[in-house]
Structures are given as C-alpha cells and as structure tokens.
C-alpha cells in the first residue's frame, strides 16, 4: 500500500501541470453538468406548480361576438349551454367545472374596475358567458379543447398553457445546450486523462515490465494511476459543487426568493441532488479512461 501511495503521489508530482488542466476542465465541465441539473428541476417545479393552477375558459357566443360556431346578432342558447355543460362534466378528464353567467362576469369586473372610469363602460348584456374548468391531468388538455371546440355556442377558448408552452420549450432548449456542452466538455476531459496516463505509462513502461516480470498483478501496477486520476476529478467535483452551493446561495436563496416569491425555488434538497450526480460522473470518468489507457501497455 505504501508503494501504491508514493507511486501516487510521484505520478501527481511528474505530470502537475497536465493535472492542474484536467481538473480545470473538470471543474468546467462538472459544474455545466450539475447546473443543467439544476436547471431540469427548477423547470419541473415551475412546470407543476404552474400548470396544477391554470385553468381552461371557454367562452361562450354572444350578439356582439363572431366565431365559427355562433350564430350572427344571438347569444347561446340555453340548451347550448346546457349540451356544452353536460359534455365537460361527463368529461373523463374534467376534475372541475365552474359555470360563470353575464351577471358574475359583470360583478368581477365591476369589482376588478372600481376605481377606474371603465367601470361603466359596459352593462350585464355586454358581458360574456363561459365556463372554467380543471383538468385531472394536465397534460391532457388538448382532447378536452377538441371536444367541445366545435360544439355550437362556444365562440373561444383560452388555456394559459398556449402561453406557458413556448416559455417552457425555450428553457428545455437552454437546458439541453447546458448538457450538451458540459458533454462535450466531459468527453475532453475524458480524452485529456486518457492521454495524460497514457503518457505517464508510457514514461514508466520499463518499470512496469519489470513489475510484470516478477509477477505483479494487474490491479497492483494499475491502482496508482488509478488513484492519480481519481484525485484530479474528486478535486474537480469539490469545486464545481462548491461553485453550485455558492451559486444556488446567493443567486436563488439570498435574492430569486426574496425577490420572486410566487414561483416555486429549487433548495438545498435539488442541490445536494446534482452534486450528487456530478461526483458520480467525476468518478467514473476519472477511472474508465484511465483503465482503457493502462491496458495496452498491461499486455506487454
């Protein structure tokens, strides 16, 4: 063990500089890996609580609105409404469903207008009829718009997630660039320590023959440069966590929180998560290129 401890340490001392580079690029590349991490929860908390709240309007014909299914100059019909009623509660996927008629739409927007001259802009007949509904999967909103989207009387409807949709879209692109790049980033550090063990076996290869000779086994020859590696990537998993407490300290905690309290804010439980992962990776890509590389030269 003492062997394999001074081989050690000679092999960080002979080759300081290609170690400072490879955990440099460790460093880089684990902390794009653990905030793309990040970055997946925080959108899957954003996602949740956003889509559990938003609900579906459908809004129903009027004589001063036009649509595909209403008929010119009349309101619905109240066995329209009725039929359109009856289809949403016998909806498999509609949890709720509230009716709002012209004179709760008028008392909202009395109460929302107060204060403003637009108060008596409009009367109770202006108003619009509709219906909100919750869904019990979310996600399955779209068959329930198709369902009654043609149905007569209904002139719109409006689902929020139309708009939340193109949000969430963007920040799965930003998410899947951040992995892509630490990737790419990961695989170079990969082919770094490949070839800095590869060189460092190549330096000692008459050793190593000799070491075979005299019958030492695999594992014996291979461990130092295994533990070479391996403190050059745990050193890079230390900073790039360091990097992504720091990071989820003082950016989320000490100011996104504070400041945005109405969304819903990844913490110490999400973080400790991609450190996690990130000294996973750290590990297995200090040890797999390193055992590729030594077994050329194990075969002398």
């Not at 014909?61 to 619905?76: F, H, I």
């Not at 719109?156 to 930003?174: C, E, S, V």
């Not at 998410?175 to 990961?186: E, H, I, Y």
Request: net charge neutral.
């Amino acid at each position: 063990m003492r062997h394999i401890l001074s081989e050690t340490f000679s092999g960080v001392r002979h080759n300081a500089s290609m170690m400072v580079a490879i955990i440099v690029t460790m460093w880089v590349s684990l902390t794009l890996f653990g905030g793309s991490l990040l970055a997946a929860q925080q959108i899957q908390l954003m996602k949740g609580r956003w889509y559990d709240k938003v609900e579906i309007s459908i809004f129903l014909c009027t004589k001063d609105t036009a649509g595909s299914s209403c008929t010119p100059g009349q309101d619905v019909t109240p066995q329209q409404v009725t039929a359109i009623e009856r289809a949403l509660r016998t909806d498999p996927e509609v949890k709720e469903v509230f009716h709002e008629t012209k004179q709760q739409a008028y008392d909202d927007f009395v109460a929302s207008y107060r204060n403003s001259p637009l108060k008596d802009s409009l009367s109770v007949d202006q108003m619009q009829e509709s219906f909100r509904i919750k869904l019990v999967d979310p996600e399955q909103y779209r068959t329930v718009v198709t369902a009654v989207g043609g149905m007569p009387g209904v002139q719109n409807i409006q689902d929020l997630r139309d708009i939340f949709d193109p949000l969430f879209q963007w920040l799965r692109t930003a998410q899947w660039a951040a992995l892509g790049t630490s990737a790419l980033l990961l695989v170079a550090a990969g082919l770094q320590i490949g070839n800095t063990i590869r060189l460092a076996v190549f330096a000692r290869r008459r050793e190593i023959g000799i070491m075979r000779l005299v019958g030492a086994s695999n594992s014996y020859i291979t461990l130092p440069f295994v533990l070479e590696t391996l403190v050059a990537g745990v050193t890079g998993a230390v900073l790039a966590g360091g990097t992504l407490v720091a990071g989820v300290y003082s950016l989320i905690i000490r100011n996104a929180e504070v400041s945005i309290q109405t969304l819903p804010w990844i913490g110490w439980q999400e973080t400790v998560f991609a450190v996690s992962g990130l000294a996973i990776v750290a590990i297995l890509l200090s040890i797999i290129p390193t055992l590729i590389a030594t077994t050329k030269y194990l075969r002398v």
